[in-house]
């Protein structure tokens, strides 16, 4: 597949519901205008990207290793500062005012390790005024977890629960998640992937990275594939299987190919 000219690509709803026209009428919650990120010594981990999100989609972020899609995450939460090009999250550049909208995961164990869940808890809801306290206890007791255990004593797949649960229990509007199903088991991922469904915030939109395609494909209105700090393909998932007669993850496969 050839890389796609610069393009803004839209992922709206309203484009598979043609009657609902006050969709097409909504601003993108996420909006990327000619997006690049430039290492010195390693080129464009991102280049020209223009893209736009709305609210209400699960949208999977693929690409191989290196692709550009932890950079991608981490410029729109204002980890990182763009080379060049913008970035809107409701209107607004990521800031102080754009952090209550996104709720981040980021790929690797950040919490502290001498903590109690209960007091992480305490931390969080102290921390954000959208953190839904109740909602992570009831996520916790389904999962398991007991919430006067230290981090310590977890195992590294239960660690990554927890940062979930942590994440999910915020009322946010954009959920950004690095690999949120990479560190556990096979059998505990449908749980996790329920658990994201069932528990972020309605209309919200979560962006999930991850390389595991056939676990999170049957949840997904929409993929992005991503190569090279570029865009190769934006859409619809159920018209990107009919367009191409195969499965996201089969077409990854051929795609990103080694």
């Given at each position: 597949?050839?890389?796609?000219?610069?393009?803004?690509?839209?992922?709206?709803?309203?484009e598979?519901?043609?009657n609902?026209p006050?969709a097409?009428?909504?601003?993108?919650?996420?909006?990327?205008?000619h997006?690049?990120?430039?290492?010195s010594?390693?080129?464009?981990?991102?280049?020209?990207?223009?893209?736009?999100?709305?609210?209400?989609?699960?949208?999977?972020?693929?690409?191989?290793?290196?692709?550009?899609?932890?950079?991608?995450?981490?410029?729109?939460?204002?980890?990182?500062?763009?080379t060049?090009?913008?970035i809107?999250?409701?209107?607004?550049?990521?800031?102080?005012?754009?952090?209550l909208?996104?709720?981040?995961?980021p790929d690797?164990?950040?919490?502290?390790?001498?903590?109690?869940?209960?007091?992480?808890?305490?931390f969080?809801?102290d921390?954000?005024s959208n953190f839904?306290?109740d909602?992570?206890?009831?996520?916790l007791?389904h999962l398991?977890i007991?919430?006067?255990?230290?981090?310590?004593t977890?195992?590294?797949?239960?660690?990554?629960k927890?940062?979930?649960?942590?994440?999910?229990s915020?009322?946010?509007g954009?959920?950004?998640?690095?690999?949120?199903?990479?560190?556990?088991?096979?059998?505990?991922?449908?749980?996790?992937?329920?658990t994201?469904l069932?528990?972020?915030n309605?209309?919200?939109?979560v962006?999930?990275?991850?390389?595991?395609?056939?676990?999170?494909?049957?949840?997904?209105?929409?993929?992005i594939?991503?190569n090279?700090?570029?865009i190769v393909?934006?859409?619809?998932?159920?018209d990107?299987?009919?367009?191409?007669g195969?499965?996201?993850?089969?077409l990854?496969?051929e795609?990103f190919?080694?």
């Amino acid at each position: 597949m050839n890389e796609q000219q610069p393009t803004t690509h839209n992922l709206n709803a309203a484009e598979n519901a043609p009657n609902k026209p006050e969709a097409v009428a909504a601003p993108p919650l996420l909006e990327c205008r000619h997006l690049t990120k430039r290492y010195s010594a390693m080129g464009d981990a991102l280049s020209d990207i223009n893209l736009k999100i709305y609210g209400g989609r699960i949208i999977g972020l693929l690409g191989p290793n290196g692709s550009g899609k932890t950079t991608f995450i981490k410029l729109v939460c204002g980890l990182l500062e763009p080379t060049a090009g913008e970035i809107y999250i409701n209107g607004i550049a990521p800031g102080v005012e754009s952090k209550l909208t996104v709720a981040y995961l980021p790929d690797r164990i950040y919490l502290n390790n001498w903590m109690r869940v209960r007091e992480l808890i305490a931390f969080f809801h102290d921390f954000y005024s959208n953190f839904n306290s109740d909602k992570a206890y009831s996520m916790l007791e389904h999962l398991g977890i007991n919430p006067d255990d230290r981090l310590k004593t977890m195992s590294k797949g239960t660690k990554e629960k927890v940062q979930l649960i942590l994440t999910m229990s915020r009322e946010a509007g954009l959920y950004l998640l690095d690999e949120p199903i990479g560190g556990v088991d096979p059998a505990a991922r449908d749980y996790i992937l329920n658990t994201i469904l069932t528990n972020y915030n309605p209309g919200a939109t979560v962006i999930m990275s991850t390389h595991l395609i056939s676990d999170i494909e049957r949840i997904l209105d929409d993929a992005i594939f991503i190569n090279r700090g570029k865009i190769v393909l934006a859409g619809s998932a159920d018209d990107i299987r009919a367009k191409n007669g195969k499965s996201i993850d089969d077409l990854f496969r051929e795609v990103f190919k080694c």
